[in-house]
């Protein structure tokens, strides 16, 4: 009789511990419904952005991915070529970003367009959508050396990015913008000589056509992940994204490319008796 209930005993706890489980389960099958993020957007300081950048100060892509190889990086990180500068200065290089990624994510809305509407009600209408789905909430995440990752509705004909609030991110420590997608206002962004690379000029405004998805999550951009606090370098050859746990390294070993590049091309620039310009100057 003690053996018979001592084993009644175990299985109501047995069936106590599986139910315990079950609901454990259910409770994270319900959280993994509601959304889950699996890769971490890390926090750096704002002096510890400052410390990396100094170390890429004057690094061109190609040698920042022959610092990604000697890494054993191979071919990660590169973006797709197609998303490209707006504009280049041969002279000064003033298109050049070298930054620290802070990201946002805008996906195509499902809402319906606004119809045909008299232009006070539209204007209505357009300023809720801006305010209630279509934010720019990264602008509060913009610091000295920051470089804004954008990653768009890609199909849609939108211009998230335009000529007055480009310069309003640049009056906050933006040092350039690339997006994925697409642009207005592009005459304006080159006359102000703003650095950003995007994919193709987009004309339409963002009521009606994109919504923000997430700030500061991890990204993709043509073809490369971008997770928040990576270094971003672009130049006339397109895009590459330093993972920033081997930024440090990636660097250190781009600025040994970099000298001996210049060294030697400053020997060649003489034998050819042609003036010296930036791109063999000291750095």
């Given at each position: 009789?003690?053996?018979?209930?001592?084993?009644?005993?175990?299985?109501?706890?047995?069936?106590?511990?599986?139910?315990?489980?079950?609901?454990?389960?259910?409770?994270?099958?319900?959280?993994?419904?509601?959304?889950?993020?699996?890769?971490?957007?890390?926090?750096?300081?704002?002096q510890?952005?400052?410390?990396?950048?100094?170390?890429?100060?004057?690094?061109?892509?190609?040698?920042?991915?022959?610092g990604?190889?000697?890494?054993?990086?191979?071919?990660?990180?590169?973006?797709?070529p197609?998303?490209s500068?707006?504009w280049?200065?041969?002279?000064?290089?003033?298109?050049?970003?070298?930054?620290?990624?802070?990201?946002?994510r805008?996906?195509?809305?499902?809402?319906?367009?606004?119809?045909?509407?008299?232009?006070?009600?539209f204007?209505?209408?357009?300023?809720?959508?801006?305010?209630?789905?279509?934010?720019?909430?990264?602008?509060?995440?913009?610091?000295?050396?920051?470089?804004?990752?954008?990653?768009?509705?890609?199909?849609?004909?939108?211009?998230?990015?335009?000529?007055?609030?480009?310069?309003?991110?640049v009056?906050?420590?933006?040092?350039?913008?690339?997006?994925?997608?697409?642009a207005?206002?592009?005459?304006?962004?080159?006359?102000?000589?703003?650095?950003?690379?995007?994919?193709?000029?987009?004309?339409?405004?963002?009521p009606?056509?994109?919504?923000?998805e997430?700030?500061?999550?991890?990204?993709?951009?043509?073809?490369?992940?971008?997770?928040?606090?990576?270094?971003?370098i672009?130049?006339?050859?397109?895009?590459?994204?330093?993972?920033?746990?081997?930024?440090?390294?990636?660097?250190?070993?781009?600025?040994?490319?970099?000298?001996?590049?210049?060294?030697?091309r400053?020997?060649?620039?003489?034998?050819?008796?042609?003036?010296?310009?930036?791109?063999?100057?000291?750095?």
């Amino acid at each position: 009789m003690k053996g018979i209930k001592i084993t009644l005993f175990m299985c109501l706890i047995g069936i106590a511990v599986f139910s315990i489980s079950m609901g454990m389960q259910g409770d994270s099958m319900q959280e993994l419904r509601s959304g889950m993020n699996y890769i971490p957007s890390p926090v750096y300081t704002e002096q510890e952005d400052s410390e990396i950048l100094k170390l890429y100060d004057g690094l061109r892509v190609a040698d920042v991915s022959d610092g990604m190889d000697k890494c054993g990086l191979h071919s990660i990180g590169l973006v797709d070529p197609e998303i490209s500068p707006l504009w280049k200065d041969p002279e000064r290089f003033a298109h050049r970003i070298a930054g620290i990624a802070v990201t946002a994510r805008y996906v195509s809305t499902q809402r319906p367009p606004a119809g045909k509407m008299e232009p006070e009600q539209f204007d209505l209408w357009e300023g809720r959508f801006y305010t209630e789905y279509s934010s720019e909430p990264f602008a509060d995440l913009i610091r000295k050396g920051t470089v804004l990752v954008i990653d768009d509705a890609e199909t849609a004909d939108v211009g998230s990015i335009g000529s007055y609030n480009i310069m309003d991110w640049v009056s906050k420590g933006c040092v350039g913008v690339v997006t994925d997608a697409s642009a207005r206002d592009t005459d304006e962004i080159i006359t102000v000589k703003i650095p950003l690379y995007m994919r193709k000029p987009g004309r339409g405004i963002r009521p009606g056509r994109n919504e923000i998805e997430s700030v500061n999550r991890p990204v993709e951009i043509g073809g490369a992940l971008v997770i928040p606090g990576d270094v971003v370098i672009a130049d006339g050859d397109g895009i590459i994204v330093v993972p920033r746990k081997h930024a440090r390294d990636v660097a250190l070993f781009a600025r040994q490319v970099m000298e001996k590049d210049i060294e030697g091309r400053r020997e060649l620039y003489k034998k050819l008796g042609l003036p010296l310009d930036e791109s063999v100057k000291k750095k």
